[in-house]
């Protein structure tokens, strides 16, 4: 939204696995339903790593001369991502989002610094209690989980961002 459907983005994704998957598949669904004006110019492994989502945003930065946004699986990826954008002087990227809810993510979207951190994603504590009553079902009565449980995630924005603000908690 924030890109008005236009723009070419890079996104930085955690690392070869089912849950990387998922979310990515998620991004690219949403992005091709909803924003087909949006190009992906590229993704990149992070590794659901600081260090290592800064020197992958580096290299997309050497690669790509115009980059409109920048979608991160992780805040802690994004975290390295927003050190590389400043670091390289450019001022192109409109836009950051990430994912994970960390608390320091949530006030650079609450107090709007840097201005480009436009929203994170929260995975509510609810997929815990959904993984822990599926197995108690199945320990204690025999019932086989569902293969698949979906839990919404939430989007924190400025506007929301305040509900997720958990003083002492890195989440």
Known sequence: NELKGLGKIVFLRGM???IDNDRAGG??????????A??????????????KGM???ELLLQKHPQIDGVWAGDDDVLLGA?????????????????G??????????????????????TYPPEMI???????????????????????????ITKKNAGDFIHAGSPY
Do not use: H
């Open 16 to 18: 070869p696995c089912p």
């Open 27 to 36: 991004f690219l669904d949403t992005l091709k339903a909803e924003f087909p």
């Open 38 to 51: 949006v190009t992906v110019l590229e993704s990149a492994d992070a590794y659901w790593n600081t260090e």
């Open 55 to 57: 020197m992958a945003m």
């Open 82 to 98: 927003i050190k590389a954008f400043q670091k390289s002087g450019r001022n192109d990227v409109k836009v950051f989002v990430g």
């Open 100 to 121: 994970g809810g960390a608390q320091s993510v949530v006030k650079m979207v609450a107090d709007g610094n840097p201005a480009v951190v436009k929203a994170t994603v």
């Open 129 to 155: 209690c959904a993984g822990i009553r599926a197995a108690f079902d199945f320990l204690k009565n025999g019932k086989t989980p569902e293969k698949e449980i979906i839990i919404p995630s939430k989007i």
